[in-house]
């Protein structure tokens, strides 16, 4: 029955008991919910899978956005996180979903009781946001979390910025750690994963004491990487960012005097000039990267070996890829 009545990218809404209807998805997901999760008791009226009832009837139909998730923003961002990934996963496997659960448990449950607008992954995100944006430390975080717990003893928080990370990395905004040669040379990494020396200058992966390994396998150097292409999606998944995508085409200035976007400058407009195929479409991204403190070669004086290389979004707005 609800076959005929998916939308123009094969989703439709969930009626499984964790979804209620709030999310979208494939048939074959949506099947695996409804044997997982159970199918919802007071969904009689299938008015989101094609039956029709009249308005005096519909007032009693369950609607979307029932209890925490009323007014809760996070909800929108797990439907677009989990659509997009359905769309990459086409079988709808049930172990696709299990990542998700621990997301879900976080947002259908309340802060603290009686508080339904606001749920605790909603909390922790901006908690979270908070931590980046002043620089909090770790420990700093953890001290807070303690003692918020200790004040607000029913609070539904994690416990500390570990379990905090954890839940944020099923959210796709993890990262994967990858060794690196103690001399620069190469990354332990795809062929080289499971090296144990380099495949260069044949150094060891590995911290050593007098010649040899220490208990603990501890590299000598490790590359945090951010991968670029899922979070480039993300941006086009999520309705909001994608219009602020393609803000640089709307947004820049009508004054060629004024310049208060890279959009506005002579090195943008020279490269729509050379390449105006790419030009023409105002999805396609523009990357600006920075990489201020790079020492890859030991030539700078400079006693800390931590190397920040970071890629800007120059297609968002003004306020967004630029420091104020």
């Known amino acids: 029955m609800a076959k005929p009545h998916v939308n123009d990218r094969g989703f439709i809404r969930c009626p499984c008991n964790r979804c209620i209807n709030n999310v979208q998805h494939q048939l074959e997901v949506l099947e695996t919910h409804i044997h997982r999760f159970g199918f919802m008791s007071d969904y009689n009226e299938w008015i989101y899978h094609g039956k029709n009832v009249n308005a005096a009837s519909s007032s009693n139909v369950p609607q979307p956005n029932l209890g925490v998730h009323d007014r809760d923003e996070m909800f929108e961002v797990l439907e677009d996180i989990i659509s997009n990934d359905a769309e990459v996963d086409q079988l709808g496997s049930q172990s696709s979903n299990v990542q998700y659960d621990d997301l879900f448990t976080a947002l259908n449950s309340e802060l603290y009781p009686g508080v339904s607008s606001f749920s605790s992954l909603n909390f922790l995100v901006k908690l979270m946001h908070l931590k980046v944006m002043n620089k909090w430390t770790n420990k700093s975080f953890d001290e807070l979390l303690k003692l918020l717990k200790l004040a607000f003893p029913k609070m539904d928080l994690v416990e500390s910025h570990y379990e905090a990370k954890k839940l944020m990395t099923k959210m796709g905004l993890g990262y994967q750690s990858i060794h690196v040669c103690k001399n620069d040379c190469a990354l332990f990494w795809n062929e080289n994963s499971t090296s144990e020396t380099c495949p260069v200058c044949s150094e060891s992966r590995w911290k050593m004491q007098a ?74 991204v523009r990357l600006g990267l920075a990489a201020d403190g790079f020492n890859p070669f030991n030539n700078m004086s400079i006693s800390y070996s931590m190397w920040p290389v970071v890629l800007t979004t120059y297609n968002l707005p003004l306020w967004l890829c630029m420091k104020p």
């Open 211 to 284: 010649g040899r390994r220490t208990g603990k396998n501890v590299p000598h150097k490790v590359l945090r990487y951010f991968p670029l292409a899922p979070r480039l999606k993300r941006l086009f998944v999520t309705s909001k960012t994608a219009k602020l995508m393609r803000w640089h085409r709307a947004g820049k200035s009508t004054d060629d005097n004024v310049m208060r976007h890279p959009v506005d400058g002579r090195a943008w407009k020279d490269f729509d000039r050379m390449h105006p195929v790419f030009a023409d479409d105002v999805r396609n």
